[in-house]
């Protein structure tokens, strides 16, 4: 035990009690606040408040279960979460919220995990005096502030690094050189779309290794993942018609992600799914400068142009053909490139620096909650 802290159930600090479970979407009015708790299952307003703001509420079910909200607005909870209406004189409600975000609360079942109002009521926690719950709140709060600070500042540090590559990346391909020209992107290259007929690999067939059965989700910006890749036997292979790609090849997703993309590279084998296509570039056009074109707000604008269907948009490999490729001679090409790669390089670097900082800020809190709740703050 810490101190003078006791082992309590969240029974004797607090109202454990289900959200209202007779709401339904259709009851909202818009003239109420936001639901306090939309992120846990349901959006909307509603015209009554049943809850006081600060009172800590808990997802109890689905993708979000576990998760902690603090509204500071008076709030009406929803289905499916869990209020927690402190006792007074026994915790606070930050301290109880700052508290919960720090532990693995207790769930339930694996495909659609859920947390029981009864294992919530008899979940045992340590707490201390008001007094000092109180200060150890104001601790973090301060702590937390600078921290959201120091993040919001990385991560626009990190969009600002994106911002840089891709303003130099559009500003190439706008202020063309006398001798760039406009080529429809079907005089570029080929193209050939996975094999759609009956000998399409089922995911019956697919197998831990073998030949890759590269999808949209193997696509990154380095090139194909292949750490998840998906495998087909090699007589499945051989049976299909097209969609087999080559060194060099680019992927270009057609519908779901579209616009993805990504080079093979060195990879010499392997079949597409049929969300994809095969860009197969042409002795006029080299391989990293058609992936610097996918990359540009140019072919986005081509995206949006040629683009079919609302709910799902998708192209064609046809109205890919037409796209408008600014593009100067192959000597020039390689000038072209160098500059993108040594700028990508450095923005990459940047990228990465940052994305570290963000990740060691979010450590930086994880630890202070530790701190705060085993006596140590």
């Known amino acids: 035990m810490k101190g003078d802290w006791k082992s309590v159930t969240l029974k004797d600090l607090c109202v454990v009690d289900w959200g209202n479970t007779s709401l339904t979407k259709s009851s909202y009015a818009e003239d109420g606040p936001y639901l306090a708790v939309s992120a846990a299952g349901c959006d909307g307003r509603i015209a009554h408040r049943e809850h006081q703001r600060f009172t800590p509420v808990l997802s109890a079910i689905g993708a979000q279960c576990g998760r902690m909200f603090f509204p500071d607005e008076d709030f009406t909870a929803i289905k499916n979460t869990i209020t927690l209406t402190p006792k007074e004189g026994e915790v606070t409600g930050r301290f109880l919220f700052y508290l919960l975000t720090s532990v693995q609360l207790p769930r339930r079942g694996a495909g659609q995990p859920f947390i029981s109002k009864g294992d919530i009521q008899a979940f045992s926690v340590d707490v201390p005096a008001v007094s000092e719950q109180q200060r150890i709140v104001g601790v973090l709060d301060e702590a937390f502030e600078g921290i959201a600070t120091a ?38 290259c080929s193209f050939e779309n996975g094999d759609r007929g009956t000998n399409y690999p089922s995911k019956s067939v697919r197998t831990a290794t073998g030949i890759p059965f590269i999808n949209a989700g193997h696509l990154t910006d380095d090139g194909i993942d292949l750490e998840s890749m998906d495998y087909i036997p090699r007589e499945r292979f051989e049976l299909l018609s097209n969609g087999k790609i080559r060194k060099g090849d680019i992927l270009f997703c057609l519908r779901g992600s579209l616009g993805k993309f990504a080079s093979v590279g060195e990879l010499s084998e392997g079949a597409i799914a049929s969300s994809l296509v ?18 540009s707000p ?30 100067p ?24 620096l940052y994305r570290q900082k963000v990740e060691a800020l979010d450590a930086l809190k994880k630890s202070l909650l530790h701190q705060a709740f085993s006596g140590q703050l």
């Open 151 to 188: 993040k919001a500042n990385a991560e626009q540090n990190l969009r600002n690094s994106r911002a840089i590559f891709e303003s130099h990346l559009h500003s190439i391909f706008l202020e063309r050189g006398p001798s760039w020209e406009e080529k429809l992107l079907g005089n570029l």
């Open 329 to 352: 001679p192959i000597e020039e090409q390689a000038v072209v490139v160098a500059l993108l790669v040594e700028l990508r390089a450095e923005t990459t670097l940047l990228e990465a």
């Open 278 to 295: 095969i860009i197969r570039p042409g002795d006029s056009v080299q391989n990293e400068f058609l992936v610097s074109y996918l990359r």
């Open 298 to 327: 140019i072919c986005d604008a081509m995206i949006s142009q040629f683009k079919n269907g609302a709910a799902q948009p998708n192209l064609s490999a046809g109205s890919l053909r037409n796209f408008l490729v600014p593009i």
